[in-house]
Nanobody
Framework: QVQLVESGGGLVQAGGSLRLSCAASGRTFSNYNMNWVRQAPGKEREFVAA????????RYADSVKGRFTISRDNAKNTVYLQMSSLKPEDTAVYYC???????????????WGQGTQVTVSS
């Protein structure tokens, strides 16, 4: 089992920045690719960003490319999502996901956090 706890969400004005964190405990953190996925009200979950087990490879949704940066610190068992130039359409609950490292980067699976709310006001 892997337990994931997200933090860092909140209310921010358009154009602002937030950094989300996801702290993992349980099994070996470096055995997992890590994903951020979001879900806006009335919409399906949407892939945001992924980072492979070593941190050397990343993937982003086109909608966040150039504005969001995913990173991880395997010594701290934590993955981050730095969000800049935020837009109202970024408003959603953001979920952290740990997927087995053997999976293609960006494919979710495995374990999920409880989510953290990000609200961007115009």
């Amino acid at each position: 089992q892997v337990q994931l706890v997200e933090s860092g969400g909140g209310l921010v004005q358009a154009g602002g920045s937030l950094r989300l964190s996801c702290a993992a405990s349980g099994r070996t953190f470096s055995n997992y690719n890590m994903n951020w996925v979001r879900q806006a009200p009335g919409k399906e979950r949407e892939f945001v960003a992924a980072i492979n087990w070593s941190g050397r490879s990343t993937r982003y949704a086109d909608s966040v490319k150039g504005r969001f940066t995913i990173s991880r610190d395997n010594a701290k068992n934590t993955v981050y999502l730095q969000m800049s130039s935020l837009k109202p359409e970024d408003t959603a609950v953001y979920y952290c996901n740990a997927a087995p490292a053997v999976q293609v980067l960006g494919v979710t699976g495995g374990y999920w956090g409880q989510g953290t709310q990000v609200t961007v006001s115009s």
